[in-house]
């Protein structure tokens, strides 16, 4: 049966996409809301949820102990929190922050730059690094260089993200190549492989037995035919490098998004809790669908 | 490519015999403090000196590949036994279950892992016993850790349900359940087999991670995580203290030699 796939406008062309837009936005929209749902829930039914150190403060008077067990009244239940949230974000008002006493608008607003910049710039140097790396050894087929960049990445996978953290922190390294660090030996074994598959094509071999310059063999023959590979690469490590971001954030004391998820799940912030785990769901999920949307139409014309 | 394998499964081995039978390399427990020589320099009877507490650092560091090395694999092997029920189950069945796994499988991959698991560890007791915060840490990983192989198997047993050992089985009149259990998860061993090899690795430094945190094992017992905490600290640490970080590299390295090179991406 030959069923007609339906089609979109991106970049000005007509694209064919694998499902309708309507449909995966709201496949997005339903993971975004069940994963808060899920966080609120957790949080809410966790041993000790809802005791406040200020209700061990003799300081303060009885009213202002029964102000502190009220301020939790409205987190009790889940879904009425979970719903009540939802009213106070489509009205543009996010939550407040309990364990930070400030806003979580002011505190996203303060912090999102912080992150960004850490991540665009290890994933932008972990980029880097492994087409460095890749490129010469599947083009070029350099075996020494194959070797050393095989064990450079093994070394770099067999560490932990916090671990890589310390060791280039001591080291008096910056941040950024720390994420790059990480991100790399996932990125390189990856790209590596796509690479070489892309390279053994029969119209790659042709070119080569043509004499083709190794420049226009990369970039016509090798890359531009794996661009739909690499696409969905880069929507995956956006995920990965704001993981490494929360471990890294945390050791290096540097103020960003992946601190405060670290410092939210250790105090209990709920709201805080929240508000993260819908919008890294939806930042996760809206670049899966971007490759997605790119993807099948790349196939199409390849 | 053989001998580099064989190399890296005997020094496994020898690593996982070490750990178990520490008292071989040292004589001191553990968690016992000679509190007459806290940071005590490397020595005779201290190879790799003590710590804080006066505790011996290799004894630590054995007991700490022993949590490692055998909870990790625990661990790898709940979160094969969950992708196998919910990949096995969703990829064979179809229908409704099998979109509200897909759906459970694209929320747990759309959160980074270590955001989830520090969130999930977070929400746990910190105050327990050792043993306990060791059981929860490595079984919440354990937990946690299903979802990338439950797709792998998913897709699996969604092809083998249109296999003609399929058809012909329930041709044959043999119940759904069966079928599954008799046909379709023993082809897709591989595919677990493979998934629970991959998990080892990932799950020891997820551990170290959660550690370096402070949200893995509790002291006293130690772990390669908790073993870590010292380097976070403002103070210059000795090479000794970079020893657990040394062992992890190498034995992590040497679980990415014994299997073949595939990208588990998380």
Known sequence: MNRQMPTTEFDGRSLTVAAPIPRALLRIAATALAGGLLSAAMVRFSPGFGLDEQQLDARLSRESQEAVLRSHDQERNPLRFYAAWWKRVLAGDLGFSQSLNRPIRELLADRAPATLDLTLWGMGGAWVLAMVFSVPVVVRRLRRLAALSSVFSGMAASLPAAGIAILLFRLGGSAKWMIALVLFPRLYQYLRNVLQQASGMPHVLLARAKGLRWQPLLWRHVLWPARAQLIALVAVSINMAFGAAVAIEAICDIPGLGQLAWKAATARDLPVLVVLTVMIALVTQMSNLVADLCTPAVRSQS | ?266
């Open chain 2, 1 to 266: 490519m053989k001998a580099i394998r064989n190399l890296a499964g005997t020094l496994l081995l020898f690593l996982l015999l070490a750990a178990l039978y520490p008292s071989v390399l040292t004589r001191a427990p553990y968690d016992r403090q000679f509190r007459e020589l806290p940071d005590a320099p490397v020595s005779r009877q201290f190879p790799l000196g003590t710590d804080e507490l006066g505790r011996d650092r290799l004894s630590r560091l054995l007991y700490g590949t022993r949590v490692s090395l055998l909870a990790a694999p625990a661990a790898a092997l709940l979160s094969t036994i969950l992708a196998a029920l919910v990949g096995g189950l969703a990829g064979f069945l179809g229908g409704w279950f099998d979109r509200a796994a897909v759906a459970a499988i694209d929320l747990m991959l759309s959160l980074p892992w270590l955001f989830l698991l520090i969130m999930v560890r977070a929400t746990l007791p910190l105050n327990l016993p050792a043993l306990v915060s060791a059981l929860v840490t490595f079984g919440l990983i354990g937990l946690l850790g299903w979802a990338p192989a439950a797709r792998i198997v998913r897709a699996g047993c969604r092809t083998l349900r249109c296999s003609d050992l399929v058809v012909q089985a329930r041709a044959c009149g043999i119940r759904d359940g069966r079928v599954l259990v008799k046909h379709v998860l023993p082809n897709v061993r591989p595919i677990l087999a493979a998934q629970f090899r991959a998990s080892i690795p990932i799950y020891i430094l997820a551990e170290a991670n959660l550690g370096l945190l402070g949200l893995g094992v509790a002291d006293p017992l130690p772990s390669w995580g908790n073993l870590l905490r010292p380097l976070e600290s403002g103070l210059a640490p000795d090479w000794a203290a970079w020893a657990p970080l040394i062992l992890m590299l190498v034995v992590v390295s040497c679980f990415y030699l014994t299997q073949p090179s595939e990208v588990v991406v998380r």
